[in-house]
């Protein structure tokens, strides 16, 4: 499938809040223009079926999913029912977001052939949608002969995006999906790597490069303040800078500082370890500050060729506050800017 044309800017929302908030956060971003609404699909947080279908229901136009799911905690069969469930509610706005997990292991759960497992998954979720009954064998997952859905679907074939970082989950990416997205990056730098690493999957199924729609997702802290904005941002980005340093290779952040964040982190003193990070490696991994510097960091991902930018959570000091000035302030001066 083909990623759609043109850019999009989205809203990446954490599931943690109350019934009724995600109506309302939903009603907010599409009344401002925003184009997909993901929920995180973090472990431990609220699974993201709950609120993706409230938000289905107050909305008309966004699009809808999940970033991501994963094939070791939810058998591709039960991903099918829910993405054909959101995509039922959504009257066909949903798309199905899968990756390999994180922090699984804190569960007990191993992780192995992630890309085969990976590519698997998506093959036993299309062809269910699809209504194909004539089985499937596969490294990790199969389908006996005859197994079929019970169940009516909206559309046989939502967009797939893959969340990965590394070169074989891009390629994955680039064989069989409309979207590959990066979580945890602000970088513009990452947009070319991304593409190189999806080309090669992209030719050996013969696609283009330019039909996978590469999205940049990250922390997102917006205010008028933007003194305030940025150190609750620095926050946020140590607590999980030991994971992306390592992913970004054009990042260079020192081992040292990374080791120190983390120390601080693991004691449980996540504001210290916030004061750490400099001001260049914030931006790498998080938007913030004022509405214009927000701006500013996504422009610079639309210039360098992301088809997608997604402002994560906890988009401001507030999440209503957030998400109204990333609505009424930072999305005015990217559609002037695209226009």
């Keep these: ?24 956060l939903a009603r907010a971003a599409e009344a401002h223009g925003f184009d997909v609404l993901t929920v995180f699909g973090d472990l431990m947080f609220q699974p993201p079926i709950f609120p993706l279908l409230e938000m289905a229901g107050a909305t008309s136009r966004v699009r809808l999913g999940a970033a991501c799911l994963n094939p070791y905690s939810m058998a591709p069969y039960e991903i099918a029912g829910q993405l054909a469930a959101l995509d039922l509610a959504s009257a066909g706005r949903a798309y199905l977001g899968l990756a390999r997990g994180t922090w699984l292991g804190a569960v007990g759960i191993e992780q192995p052939r992630p890309i085969s497992a990976l590519g698997e998954a998506a093959e036993v979720v299309y062809r269910l949608l699809g209504g194909r009954t004539d089985g499937f064998e596969g490294r990790v997952f199969r389908l006996a002969p005859g197994v079929a859905l ?28 409309a979207e590959i997205k990066v979580g945890g990056s602000a970088n513009p730098a990452m947009v070319a790597v991304m593409r190189d690493r999806l080309r090669a999957g992209a030719e050996s199924a013969g696609r283009s490069v330019n039909d996978v729609r590469i999205v940049l997702g ?11 904005a940025r150190a609750k941002a620095r926050t946020e980005v140590a607590m999980y800078l030991a994971v992306v340093a390592d992913l970004d290779p054009t990042a260079g952040v020192p081992a040292d500082l990374v080791r120190r964040v983390t120390e601080l982190v693991d004691q449980g003193e996540h504001e210290a370890a916030g004061r750490l990070v400099p001001d260049d490696v914030l931006d790498l991994f998080a938007f913030s500050g004022t509405p214009e510097q927000v701006a500013a960091q996504a422009q ?40």
Excluded at 218 to 228: F, I, K, N, S, Y
């Design 300 to 339: 610079a991902l639309i210039d360098a060729g992301v088809g997608r930018v997604e402002f994560g959570t906890p988009h401001g000091l507030t999440d209503d506050g957030g998400v109204d000035l990333l609505g009424g302030a930072v999305l005015p001066l990217l559609r002037r800017e695209t226009a």
């Design 1 to 24: 499938m083909s990623a759609p044309a043109g850019v999009e800017i989205g809203l990446g929302i954490q599931s943690d809040k109350r019934p009724g908030d995600y109506a309302r």
């Design 218 to 228: 990250a922390v997102t802290v917006v205010d008028r303040d933007g003194a305030a």
């Design 150 to 177: 019970r169940y009516p679907v909206q559309r046989p074939d939502p967009p797939l995006l893959i969340g990965a970082w590394g070169a074989q989950g891009a390629a994955l990416a680039g064989r069989i999906a």
